[in-house]
């Protein structure tokens, strides 16, 4: 998508839509226009006089491509957002009530104003994202136990050959994982050390001798495959939280039980 571009087209539109009093572009855009990729989404905010004639309409959506389909959500306690998935790139369209610009709206990553025809978005501050915010020992411990919980039932679908559910435990590990990496990086760099880039940018920030063992973590839908894939992620899970916990002055895990109790129900259904 070109960015630029559409950006271009979403502000004219928006400039000639009085139902529209501004427009505000957040994301990886926003923050380093530079550095997105062509595939990048686009997050736009419109603050309108009227939500209903926006969010009860969809032809609107066609006037930036060729739209192939739309999830509308409805964000309870937030505003309703349409991400709208074009052939060629996506654009997320949240839709809020003009009225919020009456108080104060806060991000936590670089934001940049599209359209201000009112003059309202001195409602809008950027506040600094929180860092160096070390886990405390009940966040550390309850990632522990949670990702081991998901592996113990990710080890019980596979013995009964059940790999849909087994996937679906295997994806609660990994987002476990991801944070314990997030944490284990920030206990060697520095807890003051920003990790918001690592899930989307892991190659390029993480440490290389863990590349290989991450790797390792993923796999197919066949039993073998997932079989090393989460022995892989345990072994990679207890290198990380033996790390943090050190960092942190927690005693590590004792992940024994836990390998006893997986062995035994996979050795079962051999």
């Given at each position: 998508m070109n960015h630029r571009a559409v950006l271009a087209h979403v502000v004219d539109w928006a400039r000639s839509d009085h139902n529209i009093r501004a427009a505000v572009l957040t994301g990886s855009v926003a923050c380093d226009p530079e550095a997105a990729d062509a595939e990048a989404d686009l997050d736009v905010e419109l603050y309108v006089t009227?939500?209903?004639?926006?969010?009860?309409d969809d032809t609107w959506y066609h006037q930036f491509g060729e739209v192939l389909v739309?999830?509308?959500?409805?964000?309870p306690g937030w505003h309703p957002t349409r991400l709208v998935y074009y052939a060629d790139g996506k654009i997320d369209f949240m839709i809020a009530p003009a009225a919020v610009l009456r108080g104060n709206v806060e991000y936590d990553r670089l934001f940049r104003v599209l359209l201000d025809k009112d003059a309202a978005t001195s409602a809008l501050h950027h506040t600094a994202r929180a860092r160096g915010q070390r886990p405390t020992s009940a966040e550390f411990l309850q990632c522990v136990h949670w990702f081991y919980a998901a592996a113990i039932m990710w080890a019980k679908y596979l013995a009964r050959d059940d790999p849909w559910a087994a996937k679906q435990r295997d994806w609660d590990s990994k987002t476990l994982l991801l944070t314990m990496l997030e944490w284990d990086h920030q206990a060697r760099k520095g807890w003051d050390y920003d990790?918001?880039?690592?899930?989307t940018h892991l190659r390029e920030w993480v440490d290389a001798d863990l590349l290989g063992p991450i790797d390792a973590c993923w796999s197919g839908f066949s039993r073998q495959e997932s079989l090393q894939a989460l022995r892989a992620s345990l072994s990679?899970?207890?290198?990380?939280?033996?790390?943090?916990?050190?960092?942190l002055g927690i005693a590590p895990f004792d992940v024994t039980p836990?390998?006893?109790r997986i062995d035994h129900v996979l050795h079962a259904s051999a």
């Open positions: 009227t939500p209903s004639l926006l969010l009860q739309v999830e509308a959500l409805e964000n990790t918001w880039y690592l899930g990679l899970f207890n290198v990380l939280s033996t790390r943090t916990a050190t960092a836990v390998r006893r």
